[in-house]
């Protein structure tokens, strides 16, 4: 049960599920309220009015709990008090180094399955789902024991093949996304196989269409848009005994609105697979290049999508997509309010707006030892003393975010 309440209510204990300023705008917080630190976080945003919810944290008035995790949650981490130490770096960010490797392993095991999975169906020949059932799984263990690992890779590792490549990094969204609500692994490990197989279809439309370095026409867009049903069709000619398998090919293209194909549902009558993946493949298309368009940057892409919250999207789930992925996600090259220019090394979940960064550039000059520096620290007077100004190509930079980030 929700209950909107006045900044001035906030207490320690509290579960914050809503706030009233926009949400993409301000920095992201605990949603479970451990501090004073964060309630003044969230008034130094000007934020007046939150909705609680009761089931989750206290309600006004309310006693601590005694059976809430909150009782037995650590002490407050050092990031949340600007009079704190600075964080121990090594410590920080030595799950994403030793996730590395594993997620590197599973990633191109993963493409390679794609790979092979779509030349049999352009080849008419019913799937397999062996290979696709064992590179899941890995993703779903590397994705458990580090999501911001496998989600860097899907920005950081170069790969040519847009329509394989896109498949995997789908589902590195969605299978990061299902872990943030709370999926069981083998939730995550079905969700993940159908996604995917979601775009199997693709291989069964004519290349000159699939491939075309242009805007498609009416008609070969209508063309296109067969990938849905030939897919759907495919998977359960391939696999009758597994309806779901088919769910996130048939719905990836549904919109909230309505205003999606190959069905034209509206909002719950697509499943939570199918909202959640469309969120997915939206932001994997807009981030990646094409052979007839440059990539966005993902935090552009991830405003464009922010805006169709609530029309095409989910609102929920686009939200929690951003907490997962990020503002300003790993790899991100950014201008600094000194005028440096960094790449973000590291995100923070609760406080996206002030990541980790690698200083590359300082008065115009590239740095022989770039530095990392923690946008999260605050001045004397209690102002940060950097933050994230602008967005910045990293190819104008001759900047390769890959060779600082992954690559030993
Ligand atoms: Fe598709």
Redesign the pocket.
Known sequence: MLRKINISQLRVGMYVEHVDKDWFNIPFFRRKITSEEQIEKLRRYHVEEVKIDLTRGIDVGGDQPETTVAVAEPPQEPEESPKAEPRDRSVMSREFREELEPAKRAYRQALKAVRDVMQDSRSGRYLEQEQTKVVVAELVDSCMRNDDALVSLTKLLSHDEYTFSHCINVTVFTLVLGKALGFAVEDLQSFGESVML??VG?MLVPPEILNKPGKLTPEEFDVMKL??DRGVALLQESFPDNRRIALVAEE??ERMDGSGYPHGKRGNDISQWGQISAIA?VYDALTSRRCYKREITPHRSMALIYRLRGGDFNPLYVDRFIECVGIYPIGSLVRLTTGEVALVVSIRHDDLLHPDVLVLYRNGHRLLRPKVLDLSERGANDRFLREVEDILDPEEYGVDPAAHIIEE
């Open positions: 979601h775009d693709k990938h849905v990836h293209h493949d």
